[in-house]
């Protein structure tokens, strides 16, 4: 298996574990003859010799260890440029920065939802609920939900601690719009709203990872918060490979293999993760496919962790999303078949809320006495920000049809939907149509992930520059045309195959220009590096 | 197939580990008995908006008109929000193309950061680097982060005040490390002596411990202390001795009841010590907009100022930041806000120091009659609130209570707060969830509850606990 580490923090972690194991406990009986005023020859031999607590090598390696490339070395040279061109406008040969590198829709010019922002505005000033000005200036119907919220608030006090699972009217709402998704009943007390649903993965690999021995099913391309919350807890990522053959298809086959070969190293596997649609690999799941991957962990006692935060983002007529809950509910398993860990958000879908951090995840198959653990830890933090809590909320419970905002909120919404399909879409034919490049489709999420066939001239450049491949070409892309995506390294790929995830979220009318510069820039690439 | 993965006896034993008391057994008795239908008097935590508190106006304006744009684009948003609150909002969102819905810098926005550098300027008389202040959703967040990078495994000690907020022991419960308390002297209104450091630091040593950081909570949190300059000079010469990364917990900054000791901060103190002090402790100081007269807990916002913190160990730190993508953009307004608030000749400037002025004048007056409620009470004492927005009484329990207590299978003090919230409805949170000397019992309470209220309040803990000590107590002589 394969462990996401840099090559320099491996020296790095043995200084600091040789660096631990070379102080010496002092006698207690020298310290009782001390008078209070400090003296400047203090007989504390260790502060002479040891370096200062918060230095590189003496930090906690797990955070030396951990990566996170989304936001990593090419965003911070993006970055560089950025203020280069704010300076000197001529300084690159382009304008602007054009980040495809996250998903953050809201920040390349989506629209945020209307009807959600009118809730939540007089959420947080209730004041102006009774003025009569009001009526003329947000919809009534977001006037009745605001209303209707506020009841649900001890003392309508948006500003106060809630519940540390969240405000239970707001839950209840939420296992309600579950309800209704999936046709099985959802139960608010095993809901827990988080700051987006990063939080709540990282809550979730806390619990499981003891040690190092833990270890956790990943797919590899992976969204790197599994891979870097993993290495934080001081757990082992297990890999299995989607097949890129397939439409980066999950063959059960391939998760039993790795699954046998991780346990014959004497590591016991905890969780199997699966991304659905995935990220950065667009796929959807079949029902058929949900069906065995539900079996496999039941049959090998693993928590299944179901990353679903891009569930409303689906693009092609021939497939739906399935909850995990839905599938596994469907086939008859309940409670004490399966235990289930189903992540949404409110930064994806069309709504695209990132900056609000909003999200939740809902825990089922498991017993009271893990469920009071998860609660404690959540109450650690006391709770999550009330303003993401009830936009999850509007987010499981939006308008309907006969709602006055009903027409604006569906026309938006699907507005916003069928752009995303056809930008998936027209970024799709252009990558598959440069030289040596593969695109598979992207039926849902946010990104492509096309694979690259550098040749050998371009692999040798790379390597002279100390930097990966995909790393290299994505470098040269950002300097010749400013836009920014994320090297195939920083998700993980089949050894020797190179790619890299773009967003297809930059506005419909800047997507001939990328397409061009993009198309242009890999010709001159091609010529520069072609055999 | 045996045991499941996500079985009781199969989870991280760090976090089985965990306590967190302030939402632990008390409280969770006590939303029991609400939903019977009993009259709960929650203050188990420092929630000022949830005990009737009003928020500031001006703040929620602005961040209403950053979530809903396009009442800027109607001619008619004069009548309900006044102009500065219109241009502020203004002002924040040209700081974010995107908006409230967009992942800001993981570090938060620059200009916010900005205007908090500005913030520790004006207060301290020292410039403040923007780069080395990540903002974080709340200020609990970001002791989790430092004490994670601090934190390597269970032979790296944190040196921690008892009593503490629990966040600080269960936080370094959860990364696997050791907590190294120091005792607070309750006799010297909860004052900090060296030598009580000096003792902790060599016993934990001697236990193979390595000590790695101190955390200071000024105002303290239950206790309510306010340090001096002496105390905090005598904490960075120690801290610098000892080659200890100070972790300066300043959220109660705003929260002072007393003329005699400000609140200074140690940034400040170890800036007017010189080199090489000032160029070599390590220092990291939290601050939020859940206190202070703000009160703002929902909001979740919060920031960690770095300071001799080596370039790159800050880029690990953002790293960790960058995993998380961002902290929530409208609790980075407010606080920019809070930091940045109206000035003289604004608009809205009059109201707002009105409702501030109004909210700590009576804070403090709610420090004194508590203090004073609790002294009147048999077998109770209890330091002044100097600062934050806690009581912590000493209850002296009869030797018969103890029993009593141990016969029902509970630590003494949850035995006391649990018959007080049966007959009174008040829920607190026992001292044994932020340590206390052995055999000496307290419980905190929050100073919240409306001043209207105060009074009943008193009279009702102190029918209780009269009657109570009259139960328990051995025949008198």
Known sequence: MRRFVIGSARSLIERSRQNYQSQRPLISSSYRLLSSTPAADSPSSSSSTMAPPVALNTINPKVIECEYAVRGEIVTLAQKLQEEIKTKPDAHPFEEILYCNIGNPQSLGQHPITFFREVLALCDHPTILDKSETQGLFSADSIERAWKILDQIPGRATGAYSHSQGIKGLRDTIAAGIEARDGFPADPNDIFLTDGASPAVHMMMQLLIRSEKDGILCPIPQYPLYSASIALHGGTLVPYYLDEATGWGLEVSELKKQLETSRSKGITVRALVVINPGNPTGQVLAEENQKAIVEFCKQEGLVLLADEVYQENVYVPEKKFHSFKKVSRSMGYGEKDLSLVSFQSVSKGYYGECGKRGGYMEVTGFGADVREQIYKVASVNLCSNISGQILASLVMSPPKVGDESYESYSAERDGILSSLARRAKTLEDAFNNLEGVTCNKAEGAMYLFPRIDLPEKAIKAAEAEKKAPDAYYCQRLLTATGIVVVPGSGFGQVPGTWHFRCTILPQEEKIPAIVTRLTDFHKSFMDEFRG | ?477
């Open chain 2, 1 to 477: 197939m045996g045991v499941k993965a996500l079985d009781h006896e199969s989870l991280n034993e760090n976090v089985k580990k965990v306590q967190y008391a302030v939402r632990g057994e008390l409280y969770l008795r006590a939303s029991e008995l609400q939903k019977e239908g009993k009259k709960i008097i929650f203050t188990n935590v420092g929630n000022p908006h949830a005990l009737g508190q009003r928020p500031l106006t001006f703040p929620r304006q602005v961040v209403a008109l950053c979530q809903a744009p396009f009442l800027l684009d109607d001619p008619n948003v004069g009548l309900l929000f006044p102009a500065d609150a219109i241009a502020r909002a203004k002002h924040y969102l040209s700081m974010t193309p995107g908006g409230l819905g967009a992942y800001s810098d993981s570090r938060g926005l620059p200009g916010i950061r900005k205007e908090v550098a500005e913030f520790i300027e004006r207060r301290d008389g020292y410039s403040s680097d923007p780069e080395l202040i990540f903002l974080t959703d709340g200020a609990s967040k970001g002791v989790m982060q430092i004490l994670n990078c601090i934190i390597r495994g269970q032979g790296d000690g944190v040196l921690v005040p008892v009593p503490q907020y629990p966040l600080y022991s269960a936080t370094i419960s959860l990364c696997g490390g050791s907590l190294v308390p120091y005792y607070l002297d309750e006799s010297a209104n909860w004052g900090l002596d060296v030598n009580n450091l000096r003792e902790s630091v060599a016993q934990a040593r001697f236990n193979g411990i390595t000590v790695r950081a101190m955390v200071i909570i000024n105002p303290g949190n239950p206790t309510g202390q306010c340090l001096s300059e002496a105390n905090l000079r005598e904490i960075l010469n120690f801290c610098h001795q000892e080659n200890l990364v100070l972790l300066g917990d300043e959220v109660y900054q705003q929260n002072i009841y007393q003329d005699e000791r400000p609140f200074i901060s140690a940034r400040k103190i170890l800036m007017d010590m010189g080199q090489p002090i000032s160029k070599e402790v390590q220092l990291v100081s939290f601050h939020t907009v859940s206190k202070g007269y703000w009160g703002e807990c929902g909001q979740r916002g919060g920031y960690f100022e770095m300071t001799n913190i080596p370039p790159q160990t800050v880029d690990e730190i953002y790293k960790i930041s960058s995993i998380s993508l961002s902290p929530n953009v409208p609790a980075q307004i407010f606080m920019g806000l809070m930091v940045n608030p109206p000035k003289p000749g604004d608009i809205s400037y009059l109201q707002y120091v009105r409702e501030s002025k109004g909210i700590l004048e009576s804070l403090r007056r709610r420090a004194r009659i508590m203090t004073d409620g609790f002294n009147s009470c048999k077998n109770v004492v209890c330091n002044f609130t100097e600062g934050a927005m806690y009581s912590f009484p000493q209850i002296r329990l009869p030797p018969k209570a103890i029993e009593a207590a141990k016969d029902a299978g509970k630590v003494p003090d949850v035995f006391y707060c649990l018959k007080l919230l049966e007959a009174t409805g008040i829920s607190t949170v026992p001292g044994s969830g932020f340590g206390q000397k052995e055999g000496v019992f307290h419980l905190r309470t929050t100073i919240l509850p409306a001043e209207e209220d105060m009074p009943e309040i008193m009279s009702s803990f102190k029918k209780f606990n009269d009657d109570f000590m009259e139960q328990y107590e051995d025949v008198k002589m």
